[in-house]
């Protein structure tokens, strides 16, 4: 089986892990041009999906890659693009009505998670404060800035 090079956001290890599962799907989408015909589809589109699962040597944990194609986005020479993913475990946002900075300060609390709780909690507070500071929120502590948010919701 595949081996690649992957940082473990379990660990924080950057590492070789064996590919130990693998699981793929095709969905199959009939467009129709009811102009030409309604009764067979004028041409058929397919999205491929396929998941990876890695071990990681050092901590025993499991991350999943997604790998996904679609019949309609190809290159140069016809063949399939495909796009990666590491989708468990998170280890970014990808939002975009958070505000950055709330986001950038989300992602360094994930960053270090599963490598120091106290930090990561640090880190945590910290998304929380610009959070308020972004709705504006009055208040003398955290908590009571919080409180203030939630009423105006
Ligand atoms: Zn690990």
Redesign the pocket.
């Known amino acids: 089986m595949d081996e690649i090079i992957l940082t ?1 956001f ?4 950057k ?1 070789s892990m064996k590919r130990v599962a693998s699981h793929e799907l095709t969905d199959h989408d009939e467009i129709f041009d009811y102009s030409f015909s309604s009764y067979r589809p004028a041409y058929v589109v397919s999205l491929y999906k396929r998941w990876n699962v890695y071990i ?1 040597p ?4 499991i991350t999943v890659e997604r790998v996904t194609s679609f019949s309609e986005e190809i290159g140069p020479e016809g063949e399939p693009i495909y796009n990666k993913k590491l989708i468990y475990p998170m280890n970014s946002n990808d939002t975009n009505y958070i505000p950055d900075t709330v986001n950038d300060a989300f992602v360094a609390a994930l960053k270090v998670r599963h490598l120091d709780g106290a930090v990561c909690i640090m880190a945590l507070r910290r998304t929380l404060e610009k959070m308020c500071k972004d709705k504006e929120a009055k208040g003398k502590d955290l908590f009571d800035k919080l409180k203030n948010c939630q009423r105006r919701n």
């Open positions: 473990c379990h660990c924080g290890n590492t990681c050092v901590c025993k944990e």
